[in-house]
């Protein structure tokens, strides 16, 4: 079955830093990802997403790029925010017929000043 | 922005005790689903729910579960004689077309259900 694999936090980086989560994922055909950002005490909010190979998804300086000959979607931010801390999940949806979300397990971002 | 709006935010019951998470989708969406999140764990699927009835659950949505959109507006989860592993967030997410189409989904900032 589709499953989604996360590098384990927590990540912890100093305001400016480079950021690189790393997502892994195993499925058949072409799954859409996403990665999807859990503030705390909120919800999940889907941050960007990619729908076939070689896409790149960008939001809020954030970037990850479809690598369907590394089946990977690497997070990346050139400069973190303390604002950034958060959980990050990256996810895959197949498409074809009906396909849940598979959430992979969360990695958690710690941004000091 | 539209939003999927989920109450309460946090539910205390007590063990063997039924209880009823509300959603209310964003109004022409179509699809509605529910996902839980044990503490420190993976986010998973539990049910999708198209045209007042259940299009798929997964293994975890046994006879204790249940959904329901009593009104047109609301979509409910109900939990008959919660357990301790019940405890966990419990996302509401709807979307305008099966799988989430091309805008995917949009979750609730969830319900934190803990049982005593």
């Known amino acids: 079955g589709n499953s989604v694999t996360q590098m384990e936090g927590p990540v912890t980086l100093s305001e400016e830093a480079f950021l690189t989560i790393n997502c892994t994922y195993t499925?058949?055909?072409?799954?859409?990802l996403f990665w999807y950002v859990q503030y705390p005490g909120e919800g999940l909010q889907l941050l960007l997403k990619?729908?076939?190979?070689?896409d790149k998804g960008s939001n809020k300086g954030f970037e990850a790029t479809y690598r369907k000959e590394t089946t990977s979607f690497h997070l990346e931010k050139g400069s973190v925010q303390v604002s950034d801390s958060a959980v990050y999940f990256c996810?895959?949806?197949?498409?074809?017929?009906?396909?849940?979300?598979?959430f992979g397990t969360g990695t958690r971002l710690l941004v000091s000043p | 922005e539209p939003e999927v709006t989920q109450t309460p935010s946090h539910q205390v019951t007590q063990m063997g005790q039924e209880v009823i998470l509300r959603c209310v989708p964003i109004?022409?969406?179509?699809?509605f689903y529910w996902y839980r999140q044990i503490l420190g764990q993976k986010v998973e699927f539990l049910v999708s729910?198209?045209?007042?009835?259940?299009?798929?659950k997964s293994e975890i949505f046994d006879d204790q579960f249940s959904v329901e959109r009593p009104d047109g507006s609301n979509f409910t989860l109900k939990i008959r004689s919660t357990k301790l592993e019940d405890s966990a967030m419990y996302f509401c997410?709807?979307?305008?077309?099966?799988?989430?189409?091309?805008?995917?989904?949009?979750f609730g900032s969830g319900t934190r259900l803990t049982v005593v």
């Open positions: 997410a709807s979307s305008e077309a099966r799988s989430g189409g091309s805008h995917g989904y949009t």
């Open positions: 499925a058949t055909g072409y799954p859409s």
């Open positions: 990619a729908t076939k190979a070689d």
């Open positions: 996810a895959l949806k197949g498409n074809t017929g009906f396909q849940k979300l598979v």
């Open positions: 109004s022409n969406h179509l699809y």
């Open positions: 729910f198209y045209n007042n009835e259940i299009s798929e």
